[in-house]
């Protein structure tokens, strides 16, 4: 199926800012449904060959949007939030770009937020000798089956140096049989 039959109606709609799949949705509706050809994916690839697609906007007109957004939303999104902020607002960009430009004009809450993601993700616990930390897990997927078991590892070597297994969750029985 060529386009180019519906070229007066594809480029109208591409001047007013439709998207391929809006203009592939309105062909489908204006010319009927039972015409091959109408995908979006066709409608991108007619576009592309003749030169009405839209091209990434440039650094310094990317710049001054995520300025505008930082000032309409505050410092507090990052890469991903502020990527979909600006494809919300119709501006297609790729996160690096994004992630460079705030990190150039927004210097101290880059740095910020890197900190913060890093203190989310903290460094697992690290033992210095035998009995120094203990790990207790316990399992009551048996509870309907009257079962529940607790188990003490140690952080070192990583043995189990105690387990308990009592008919319902019993704080003293832990204590006694678990931590001896």
């Known amino acids: ?15 007013t800012g ?36 839209e091209e990434f906007c440039p650094d ?3 710049e001054i949007e995520i300025a505008q957004s930082i000032s309409e939303t505050g410092s507090s999104f990052g ?27 927004h210097q101290p809450y880059h740095t910020m937020r890197q ?16 009995g120094h930390k203990l790990h207790v897990d316990q399992n009551e997927k048996l509870v309907m089956f009257g079962v529940t078991h607790v188990m003490a590892i140690d952080g070192f070597s990583k043995k189990v140096v105690g387990h308990s297994t009592m008919p319902i969750k019993n704080n003293l029985i832990i204590y006694e049989e678990v931590y001896r």
Request: hydrophobic share 40%; glycine share 8%.
């Open 60 to 62: 310094n007109r990317l």
């Open 1 to 15: 199926m060529a386009l180019h039959e519906f070229a007066d109606f594809i480029k109208a709609k591409r001047i």
């Open 18 to 53: 439709m998207s391929c799949g809006d203009i592939a949705a309105a062909l489908c509706h204006e010319f009927g449904t039972a015409r091959r050809g109408f995908s979006e994916r066709n409608v991108r690839r007619w576009c592309a060959e003749q030169g009405l697609v």
């Open 115 to 130: 900190q913060g993601a890093r203190n989310l993700n903290p460094v697992p616990y690290n033992a210095e000798y035998m």
């Open 79 to 105: 890469r991903k939030m502020m990527t979909g902020y600006l494809s919300a607002k119709g501006l297609k960009a790729a996160e690096g770009r994004v992630v460079r430009i705030l990190r150039s004009i």
